[in-house]
């Protein structure tokens, strides 16, 4: 009775025949209007007639087994008794399913479409349906999609646009807001229908009648998927198919969802959870063909693991990785291993498919990789050893794919595996076999990228390396110490087997029961070890960012676990990357020591390491870098400062710091000034309190007394409160010990002078005295006695300047006088040289010096002289090549003595600092400095001289502006540390601009550049970019053409190279010859490298007036060297530096390709000087067409008429230039059609030979098919690869792959398959199609394979092909693999080849 009532409501007998056939004939897919009032008196009575409906055909849907026919009869009996058609019935379901899709539905019509919907379920799963034609196709698909399109979309999208209408307004770009909740992806209808209409807003309350009414209709479409077969129906299956897959987002989560088999679906309150029990219907044989209902299921989650969004057609769209996604793709995952398991190997194959899209597939952001690699490992954990293998077979073809982001996600899953348990060997395939253990992992896939092309997946790969020596695999560590270290050491205990041990063959009684056993390898392996340590610390000094910071990574882990020694010149490598140009790399060098520092506390040279590395980046230009610097000195030294007590012992972390302190007083001293400027910087802070400073003093009386007072002498002038007597008793102990170390006076020393100010005049005055009594037994150290000078300057000092000035005049002047009674001794006496103690010469002279700064009115006349018959050259050491005493040469007023050069050397730096205090003394002496840089033959004194030179020219500039050429000499002196202490003090002076770029200061400094010594010419090449281009951009322009004259010694020219010069410099600093040519080429490049575009373009034309057109117009001679320079010129015109950067950019594709990749910062760079090149372009190619062009007609013609050598090197020139108008050769030589034809001509030839080079880059030999892979690449991938020289042809070697021509092949040809069997593709062929082995009867069966065209898109669906086999069956027994091979492979494993075939003997024969 229900269902007769139900029918009643419905009015389906006086439903109009013409209506319903309009239905029909629209296939359901639009609502056909009724005539009056029929329309609104159905939908009145529809939500009573439902629910009545939904009861009755829910009974006959679940009716039992047995009593089914009479159900079934009765059914349809009744619509035929009650007069309903089955057409009429349907055609009003689908009338209300159709009007509740529309975005202006209201919630009624949205609610009585879904319970339609739910309606025509139920009737399609009761039996008999097929044979009344319940079943509609479209219908069917219809009531499938009212899940999604009554369910209101959110306004999210519409508020998205206001808000970036809004802020296009404003001028700036928002953020993308990020949604708290996923949204449902519109399809593209909905997305047009969008701008038609607006949705109507729905309340709480409405959305839950709406889930209601969903949750009812997903219930009919479990139990219709439970009783009726879609088999014959692959549209139908595909489209619930999409359903479920896009109802697993529709709302969050919360718990576990469970998988079993049989589950009841009115218990089922999770739309999630019944969407993946659909999926899981829809994989039983019931639907079809198992194989291809997994395959679709499979290929629809992808997309959820991947976390895009793929519509119909066109590229996925990435996902928000929000909560909500991420539990989604989670399920997906756990969902797909639960279907596994229990399809055990019919669903194994479908699985490597997966794997191998989710591979394929992945975009290069980390946080997507990172969890698409956990899903890689989630789903590997489901595999036999056999199908894993197999899997890691593929991957490792994978890795090696010309897709950078392929290659780096490859990274990604070979560290997730190696979080896992490693796989026992247990296959008979030995071939497999090698792919299980971790060594294969990290050996072949991993280090084997240490030299991919892409700088991204070099670092990445480093990166990963440091990480896997983390690992808890034992065999993991393992494999990463054998690919550094030549000798692996094992530990086992007694009857334990661990993998690569060489167990003794017998064990007797005496075997320890604990033992250390050393494993030598072979000299191989000891070569390889070191190849691939050297290639590492390359890596640290790479020109790129990542790979430099990986690399330091890397090479800390090997220092962390004592895989290598740790060395200084390991650890300098650490310390030296703290200066690193690149901010990141500063950091991940501090805290790469900071780690080690932690790792070996107790290790002194990594103590060294760490103050190496942290104490110059306080002084960092960039804050951030010196906050972490300041940070780790923080940690590490002041924390630690407790109080001391005889009783108490320090802690580890304590014993530490002071060992670091007590390192800083003692081998690294020369940091000092570093740690200063970290105390001025806390100062400021208020970082030093009583306590601490307290807490300190204590520690004066310890053993570690010296790293005490360093720390004390830099706190005390910014500690608010001191307690003096500790320090003044400290005073005492120190002049009453002999133990103390010079380090610790000075800092003593310091500490009294900062208090002085604090003292009462007693305690000063009994200082002084000390003082006093202390400097007039010159037993003092140089270094004291600067420091105890400037102590009684401090305790002596006041407010009345003349007063200071007084107390200096008695004390200093005290000393003073007492130097000048010993040096006459010494000087006056006949005896006095040769009973003269040697050091306390040099501390009398170093006191005179010091004590003279201070009181320069008691410097007399006859010290002046003492100290210049010190520094004068006895008349006997004259040099021989001077017949008599320079005129410049002051006479000593004294008997000439013959003393040693370290006093000479330091009577020299005390002329020098009365010299400072006495103008006349200056002008006196400043010659003779001069003079002694000339012919001088003591190196200690020439370096003393240019730093006395230096400082004099800081007080008297003008008069030792002069000189400043003589200093420069000093460039190219003899002795590297003279060298080096001119560059050093002619750069603060040119930093302090005391001295100008004038005469041939810059060339003198260009040579430098070339030195001889590594060490200096690269502090050269840092002063002149990192001090002194910055203070004068212009610098390396103003000077370049003037180079070319200069090093050539040619001064034919009317303005270059007319500098005076003394014909001294002119031999010493000359360049010219061939001999000579590499260096002035060195010297061109690294001044065109950090040219502007600007001045680059600039140069070009100045180059062109003031070289070309003078050899043009013959104003200066053809003659032999007039023709090395005009060759010169050319060849510069040739270099690349030469060329504009923005030009070359084009020629960039593959850093502009990767730079696409890596950030969409560096894409819009690439589109802006894209948008540069195209309007430099037309600039440069016009100041070609009318400056340059008629200059080199006439010069060819000149030079042809004098039969010139330099022609080739014009032909070179435009061989080169004309590369970029490659095309409009005639246009340029209009004038000059021969030289237009011999240009074409050349370019000819070049890319001839260019296309030669490439076929030479091909020419090569597969490797031995034989070899197992994996032991293969095991072998293969330890050692950075040597390249073969092009014309030998001797062992096979593999491939080198060729990145130009793979993307050539890509271009021009496609994959294509026809017949039963795939064409072999040609080895360089990027990614290829391998033959798989399957079974037969597989031709039924699809496969993924490289599709057609140009944008590979691998896809389950679209561009797909089988693969036929006849060579038995694979462990997976399924053809359906994705194969990607790399260009370094063969694409068939076969019989070895042998390519024996020049390219140039095949082009002699083709002449001939």
Known sequence: MALTSALRCLK????????????????????????????????????????????????????????????SQSIWAQLGENGVSVKSLLAVLAFFVLRGRAKAANVRQRVGSLHAASLYLLLLGVPGSIANKVFHEILLDTCLNASLQCWPQDSGKKRKKDTLKSSQAEGKRSKPQRKETFELPMDVDDEDDEEEEEEAELHFSDQTRIRHALVLLLQSLLRLLQTFALKDKPQSASSCTQIFIRLLYFEPVISELTFSAGQDVTKMQSISEMAFYGLQLLCSPKHGDQRESLRRVFHRLLYVILMMNKGHSGKPELLVPSQAILTTRNQAIRFVCNIVAELKEVALPFLQILLQHICYQMVEKSEFRSHGAQAVGMLTSQMSNADYAFFIKWLHRFSRHSKMASRLFSVDVVMVLLGQPERTDDIDDPELSGYLPHKFLIQSLLFAQRNDQSATVQGHAFACLAQCLELQSLNATRAVQNLFCATVTQTMMEGETTEGSLPPPQRTSHSLPFRTVEISDTDTVASDAKENLSLLLRRVQNSKTNVRKSALQALAGLLKHGVIPASWDYLSVLSERSRDPAVSVKKKALLCVGELLNAKPDCSIVQKAWLHGVLPAVADTESSVQEKALEALDQVLLSQIKAYSASCHLDSHQSWAWNLLNMLCDECQNLGRYFSRAFSIWSKENKFTAMFVTNLISHTEAGHCAGAWLLLSKVVAASPKIPYGNILDAWDSMLSSKNMSDRTCCHVLCVIGEISAHLNEDTKERIIDDLMSWLKTFTMSLEVVSAAIETLHQLGGSEDVKQTQAFLNQHCGELVSLCEVYLAGILLNESGAQNMNEDLMVRHLHTLG???????????????LLVESVVTTHLDKLPEHLDELPASLPLSRFKAVSLPTRVRAHGVITLGKLCLQHEELAEKYLPVFARELEVGTEVALRNNVVVIMCDLCVRYTNKVDSYIPNISACLRDDDPVVREQTLIMLTNLLQEQFVKWKGSLFFHFMVMLVDPVPANASLCEYCLLHLLLKNNPEMFSQHFIECIFHFNSYSGHSSYNKFPQTDRDKVRFSLKGPQHREKRFRIYRFLLQHFTDAQRFNITNKINQSVLALFADEQLPLDAEGADILSETFNILTLKEMKLQVMSARHGGAAAEEAEEENMAAMAKVVLQAAQNKVVSQVRKKAFIEKTVPLIISLKHLLQRQRSSVLKDLMAYLQVTMQDYRNEVEDFFVGDEQLAAEVEFALKEAEKGSELEKQMDNCSLTEDPNMAPAEASVRGDLVVPKLLFPFTFATPQPQRPNPLSVRQIQTEKRVRFSGRSAPEEPASQSIVLEKAVGTTGAAKSRAFSTPKGVNINLTFEEGVSAIYSDKGTSLCEETDILHVQSATEPSQPGPRQWNVQSPLRQKKKTNA
């Open 850 to 864: 010091v004590a003279s700064l201070n009181c320069p009115a008691r410097v007399s006349k006859r010290v002046v």
């Open 12 to 71: 389906l007998s006086e439903t109009p025949q013409d209506w319903v056939d309009a239905m029909w004939d629209a296939e359901f897919t639009e609502v056909t209007q009724m005539e009056g009032h029929f329309e609104e008196e159905l939908a009145a009575c529809s939500d009573e007639a439902f629910r009545s409906l939904y009861k009755s055909l829910l009974a006959f849907a679940t009716q039992p087994s047995s009593s089914r026919d009479d159900g």
